[in-house]
């Protein structure tokens, strides 16, 4: 679905990404992880088209990002806007509305004839037919972010992208936007791309992970592959703890205090 090779950006002469061969399956979905500065939003925004590569390139289905029309970019590809983008003063029922524009022709009308019925139902299912004339403004931040998800959902992409979701939700909201995006997935079929500060929750929901440190790859693979104590140490300098999930058996990253880390420096063994 996406494949980069020797993908590279460089801002004034200084690397932000560097090299980057991966190939992203149809239908999967890939969490892309990595310390402040590692290169995951410009990773994300070379995807997105909204930057062009310093080198390598970029294939969707095969075809280069470039050889794209803008309108059909976008009816390939969804970004789910960042909350400080989105158009605060208009009615929440017509930012799903505008994630149509790809789809209308000159006169301004849709290529589908039941986009009404396709908005109304993304609205029932992001619990929003209570909102649809409030403005985005008079929202909270988890109501707004399904907003942002309902406009992305009318866009009808193949492939989602998302920088950071979930970074200004609280618990319920965060998992309540990870499901909404699971079970769309599994509806739609989509392939998912996201960057994903909570570790915890990547290894939940991703099937891939991609780290990126300071704009090169440190490996890619499943999530047991990638959240080892090892790995997590040496890219974000810190002494985890990795758990199970009780439930679900994914690798959760537990932190350990100082005092933790200072034990096991100077060699003794610790108790939990
Ligand atoms: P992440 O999203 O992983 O925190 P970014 O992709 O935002 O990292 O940034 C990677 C590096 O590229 C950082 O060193 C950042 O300062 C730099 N960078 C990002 N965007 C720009 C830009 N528009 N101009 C100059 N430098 C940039
Ligand atoms: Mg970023």
Same mark, same amino acid.
Request: proline fraction near 4%; aromatic fraction near 6%.
């Given at each position: 679905?996406?494949?980069?090779? /020797?993908?590279?950006?460089?801002?004034? &002469?200084?690397?932000? %990404?560097?090299?980057?061969?991966?190939?992203?399956?149809? /239908?999967?979905?890939?969490?892309?992880?990595?310390?402040?500065?590692?290169?995951?939003?410009? +990773?994300?925004?070379? +995807?997105?088209?909204?930057?062009?590569?310093?080198?390598?390139?970029?294939?969707?289905?095969?075809?280069?990002?470039?050889?794209?029309?803008?309108?059909?970019?976008?009816?390939?590809?969804?970004?789910?806007?960042?909350? /400080?983008?989105?158009?605060?003063?208009?009615?929440?029922?017509?930012? %799903?509305?505008?994630?149509?524009?790809?789809?209308?022709?000159?006169?301004? @009308?849709?290529?589908?004839?039941?986009?009404?019925?396709?908005?109304?139902?993304?609205?029932?299912?992001?619990?929003?037919?209570?909102?649809?004339?409030?403005?985005?403004?008079?929202?909270? /931040?988890? @109501?707004?972010?399904?907003?942002? %998800?309902?406009?992305?959902?009318?866009?009808?992409?193949?492939?989602?992208?998302?920088?950071?979701? !979930?970074?200004?939700?609280?618990?319920?909201? @965060?998992?309540?936007?990870?499901?909404?995006?699971?079970?769309?997935?599994?509806?739609? &079929?989509? !392939?998912?791309?996201?960057?994903?500060?909570?570790?915890?929750?990547?290894?939940?929901?991703?099937?891939?992970?991609?780290?990126?440190?300071?704009?090169?790859?440190?490996?890619?693979? !499943?999530?047991?592959?990638?959240?080892?104590?090892?790995?997590?140490?040496?890219?974000?300098?810190?002494?985890?703890?990795?758990?199970?999930?009780?439930?679900?058996?994914?690798?959760?990253? %537990?932190?350990?205090?100082?005092?933790?880390?200072?034990?096991?420096?100077?060699?003794?063994?610790?108790?939990?």
């Amino acid at each position: 679905m996406i494949e980069t090779r /020797g993908l590279g950006k460089a801002y004034d &002469g200084v690397s932000a %990404l560097r090299g980057l061969d991966w190939t992203v399956g149809e /239908g999967e979905w890939w969490g892309i992880i990595g310390p402040n500065g590692s290169g995951k939003s410009t +990773l994300m925004r070379l +995807l997105s088209g909204v930057e062009r590569p310093s080198s390598g390139t970029i294939r969707i289905r095969g075809r280069h990002v470039e050889d794209y029309g803008r309108k059909e970019l976008s009816r390939m590809m969804a970004v789910l806007q960042q909350e /400080g983008i989105m158009p605060v003063h208009y009615p929440v029922r017509e930012v %799903l509305e505008m994630g149509r524009h790809p789809y209308l022709n000159w006169l301004g @009308q849709d290529m589908r004839e039941d986009v009404g019925a396709l908005i109304d139902g993304i609205m029932e299912k992001l619990e929003l037919q209570g909102l649809a004339d409030r403005h985005l403004d008079e929202l909270s /931040g988890g @109501q707004r972010q399904r907003v942002a %998800l309902g406009q992305v959902m009318a866009q009808e992409p193949q492939i989602l992208l998302l920088d950071e979701p !979930t970074t200004f939700l609280d618990i319920h909201y @965060q998992q309540q936007f990870m499901e909404l995006v699971a079970e769309w997935r599994k509806e739609a &079929g989509i !392939t998912v791309v996201a960057v994903l500060h909570d570790l915890n929750l990547a290894a939940l929901y991703c099937d891939k992970l991609l780290v990126l440190r300071d704009g090169r790859a440190v490996s890619m693979g !499943t999530p047991e592959e990638m959240l080892t104590s090892e790995r997590i140490r040496s890219v974000y300098d810190v002494e985890p703890v990795i758990v199970a999930h009780p439930v679900y058996g994914a690798p959760q990253v %537990l932190l350990s205090k100082a005092a933790l880390k200072r034990n096991k420096e100077e060699g003794n063994e610790w108790v939990f």
